[in-house]
């Protein structure tokens, strides 16, 4: 059954982009119930569920985040680049528990709770969009930076971190290549 046009659901998906700068307005929790919801609706490898989400609330919480970022090129040198994070009113960190990911396939697994973990951020993006929020999905940490600031046990392996928010201007979609490119 559809229950949205496909004009809209073409149009939601095509809203989907990395948003950087928010307006000082909370998510409504309805509107986060939904994103978290669709999240956790992600697919997994033999149905594993390898991700556990961190809500990072305290200033002194997203400070530590913050230490951990790093430039585009991933420079060493550059922790603390990415300090736009803190303009987000929802903050998550999006974390493997490697104990259940390395369970079935060992260190392979690892690999696919990663790839499922990206899918289910994109089920929570997806919601996000149908309730006019934007976020961005955010890789550029050392994720042994953030491991040791937060505190997080050695199964707890951060991968992303998703900001959640109401995008403070209309950002321009970037360029993307068309079926037909893409297609070999
Ligand atoms: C896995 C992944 C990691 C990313 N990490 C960052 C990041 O750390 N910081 C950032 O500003 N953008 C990050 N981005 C956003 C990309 O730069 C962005 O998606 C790309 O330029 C395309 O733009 P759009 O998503 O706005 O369409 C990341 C995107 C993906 C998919």
């Not at 986060?32 to 919480?61: C, H, R, T």
């Not at 390395?102 to 697994?109: D, K």
């Amino acid at each position: 059954m559809i229950h949205t046009s496909r004009a809209e659901w073409l149009e939601i998906m095509n809203t989907i982009i990395n948003v950087r700068s928010y307006q000082e307005l909370s998510v409504p929790e309805l509107a986060l119930e939904d994103v978290l919801y669709a999240f956790s609706l992600g697919p997994s490898l033999a149905n594993i569920q390898p991700w556990e989400l961190l809500m990072v609330k305290g200033s002194d919480e997203r400070e530590k985040l913050i230490a951990s970022t790093l430039d585009p090129f991933l420079t060493p040198g550059s922790l603390g680049a990415q300090a736009w994070i803190k303009s987000a009113p929802v903050i998550v960190v999006v974390m493997i528990e490697k104990r259940r990911a390395l369970v079935r396939l060992g260190e392979r697994g690892e690999i696919f709770a990663i790839q499922d973990t990206f899918c289910a951020i994109q089920n929570a993006r997806l919601a996000a969009a149908v309730h006019g929020l934007s976020t961005s999905v955010i890789r550029e940490f050392d994720p042994h930076i953030l491991q040791k600031n937060l505190e997080l046990p050695w199964y707890i392996e951060p991968v992303a971190i998703l900001t959640i928010g109401y995008s403070e201007e209309e950002k321009e979609i970037p360029p993307r290549l068309t079926v037909a490119e893409i297609i070999s």
